[in-house]
T-cell receptor, first 113, second 114 residues
Framework: KQEVTQIPAALSVPEGENLVLNCSFT??????LQWFRQDPGKGLTSLLL?????REQTSGRLNASLDKSSGRSTLYIAASQPGDSATYLC????????????FGAGTRLAVHP | DTAVSQTPKYLVTQMGNDKSIKCEQN?????MYWYKQDSKKFLKIMFS???????INETVPNRFSPKSPDKAHLNLHINSLELGDSAVYFC?????????????FGPGTRLTVT
């Protein structure tokens, strides 16, 4: 059974810092990994999708890497801003087929001015 | 324009009632999903539909019945609501069933059962 763990559960940093969010999964037989952002009371916004054949994806200040063999992904946020404050969710897709996403519990990020 | 929309945004009801949540996507996607986010914030898949056909049913109680009248809509009907059904329900869609497709989520419906 696939399990997804995110560390740390919460993170508070001053503005401008570069930071890394970690995601690990127990079953390496995944097809993709998706990082989401969830703002309080809002839905999920897709940030990056990494296919199993890829090692990383970049979008603006965000970079996500994937190491299937070790069951790990990291989300790197460069030059953090207060607007980055949100919960970041990692989800692995494909376990059991049909693009079923298995989510981690998330990392709650607070970036203070 | 909202890509995936849900109504209502909030739903407060009493135990034993029957309620429905509606979801619509205007992305032209073939596959739609329902996820449940419980009080501990864990998101879990409940159902997925592809071209109006049920694909995934994650051992959800049969009090929950999804219905897809067309590709753009996936509604969730819940019978005999229980306290444990209180959660945020998210609808999502993707271009197709395949594992390479990104999923897009709606804003969620917060259901409170009293």
């Amino acid at each position: 059974k696939q399990e997804v763990t995110q560390i740390p559960a919460a993170l508070s940093v001053p503005e401008g810092e570069n930071l890394v969010l970690n995601c690990s999964f127990t079953d390496s037989a995944i097809y993709n990994l998706q990082w989401f952002r969830q703002d309080p009371g809002k839905g999920l916004t897709s940030l990056l999708l990494i296919q199993s054949s890829q090692r990383e994806q970049t979008s603006g200040r965000l970079n996500a890497s994937l190491d299937k063999s070790s069951g790990r992904s990291t989300l790197y946020i460069a030059a953090s801003q207060p607007g980055d404050s949100a919960t970041y969710l990692c989800a692995v897709g494909g376990s059991g087929g049909y693009n079923k996403l298995i989510f981690g519990a998330g990392t709650r990020l607070a970036v203070h001015p | 324009d909202t890509a995936v929309s849900q109504t209502p945004k909030y739903l407060v009801t009493q135990m034993g009632n029957d309620k429905s949540i509606k979801c619509e996507q205007n992305l032209g996607h073939d596959t739609m999903y329902w996820y449940k986010q419980d009080s501990k914030k864990f998101l879990k898949i409940m159902f997925s539909y592809n071209n109006k056909e049920l694909i995934i049913n994650e051992t959800v109680p049969n009090r929950f019945s999804p219905k897809s009248p067309d590709k753009a809509h996936l509604n969730l009907h819940i019978n005999s609501l229980e306290l444990g059904d209180s959660a945020v329900y998210f609808c999502a869609s993707s271009q197709d069933l395949g594992n390479s497709y990104e999923q897009y989520f709606g804003p969620g419906t917060r259901l409170t059962v009293t």
